[in-house]
């Protein structure tokens, strides 16, 4: 059923509903599809035959696929990779810079205030309960 130059379209994944040609068969269950889908291994399950067929012979590259959808009055489009930047590199910290000059220092050396610390509340309980206890017994 799918031979190569069979036109199908895909229903599974990132480019479903999209039209491609069987450019290769892999084996009972895959094939290499190519059009307006990416060129890729796919499932016999994923696609769905148009019954047409194009020109296109077995591991046919990108412009003879390219050529056979022309024909067909579709056009695709290539996509372009994206170019790679170069990454910034990291500048290494020297020690002469981590040193704080002493001028900042002096404004940031400010004594803290110091804030009283609360006793914590289950020893004050503690207290009570031990208060009331002597207070039953006598």
Same mark, same amino acid.
């Given at each position: 059923?799918? $031979?190569?130059?069979?036109?199908?379209? %895909?229903? !599974?994944?990132?480019? #479903?509903?999209?039209?491609?040609?069987?450019? /290769?068969? *892999? /084996? /009972?269950?895959?094939?290499?599809?190519? @059009? $307006?889908?990416?060129?890729?291994?796919?499932?016999?399950?994923?696609? /769905?035959?148009? @019954? &047409?067929?194009?020109?296109?012979?077995? @591991? #046919?590259?990108?412009?003879?696929?390219?050529?056979?959808?022309? #024909?067909?009055?579709?056009? *695709?489009?290539?996509?372009?990779?994206?170019?790679? @930047? $170069?990454?910034?590199?990291?500048?290494?910290?020297? %020690?002469? $810079?981590?040193?704080? +000059?002493?001028?900042?220092?002096?404004?940031? !050396?400010?004594?803290?205030?110091? %804030?009283?610390?609360?006793? +914590? &509340?289950?020893?004050?309980? !503690?207290?009570?309960?031990?208060?009331?206890?002597?207070?039953?017994?006598?």
């Amino acid at each position: 059923m799918f $031979e190569v130059g069979s036109l199908c379209v %895909k229903l !599974a994944g990132r480019d #479903a509903g999209k039209k491609c040609v069987v450019v /290769d068969v *892999l /084996d /009972d269950a895959h094939v290499l599809v190519d @059009g $307006e889908t990416r060129r890729r291994k796919c499932n016999l399950r994923h696609l /769905d035959p148009l @019954g &047409e067929s194009l020109d296109v012979k077995k @591991g #046919a590259s990108r412009a003879d696929v390219k050529k056979a959808f022309k #024909a067909i009055g579709v056009e *695709l489009t290539d996509s372009k990779p994206k170019k790679v @930047g $170069e990454r910034p590199k990291k500048q290494k910290v020297r %020690k002469s $810079e981590l040193a704080v +000059p002493e001028e900042k220092a002096s404004k940031k !050396a400010a004594p803290a205030k110091e %804030k009283p610390v609360p006793e +914590p &509340e289950s020893a004050e309980k !503690a207290d009570e309960s031990v208060s009331k206890d002597s207070v039953k017994k006598e």
